[in-house]
């Protein structure tokens, strides 16, 4: 089970941190990822964590911005957003699958985000 907070309304420039706690024992085994959905649009994959935490991967439009990071012994990962925009507004979802699939077995329910501008 994950339990997504953190969201907020926020000025464009500022920051916000998501997080995300994760029940059970076995979160450290399971690639943990960021989705969001804006809008009248599709839900998209912004940023990824391989299990250990030694890669990350980010959607072209949040690189340099957004900082994904997880601590597997509190069983939690982590969204820095800093220098936000108004095109950042979305719902944004915490997921994880296990390593080796392409299924997203268990997701977050959501913690909304508003950039103003």
């Known amino acids: 089970q994950l339990q997504a907070s953190g969201g907020g309304l926020v000025q464009a420039g500022g920051s916000l941190r998501l997080s995300c706690a994760a029940s059970?024992?076995?979160?450290?085994?399971?690639?943990m990822g960021w989705f969001r959905q804006a809008p009248g649009k599709e839900r998209e994959s912004i940023a990824t964590?391989?299990?250990?935490?030694?890669?990350?991967y980010y959607v072209d439009s949040i690189k340099g911005r957004f900082t994904i990071s997880r601590d597997n012994a509190k069983n939690t990962v982590s969204l820095q957003m800093n220098s936000l925009k108004p095109e950042d507004t979305a719902v944004y979802y915490c997921?994880?699958?296990?390593?080796?699939?392409?299924?997203?077995?268990?997701w977050g329910q959501g913690t909304q985000v508003t950039v103003s501008s």
């Open positions: 997921a994880a699958r296990r390593p080796g699939t392409n299924v997203w077995n268990y």
């Open positions: 964590i391989t299990s250990s935490g030694g890669n990350t």
């Open positions: 059970g024992r076995t979160f450290s085994s399971y690639i």
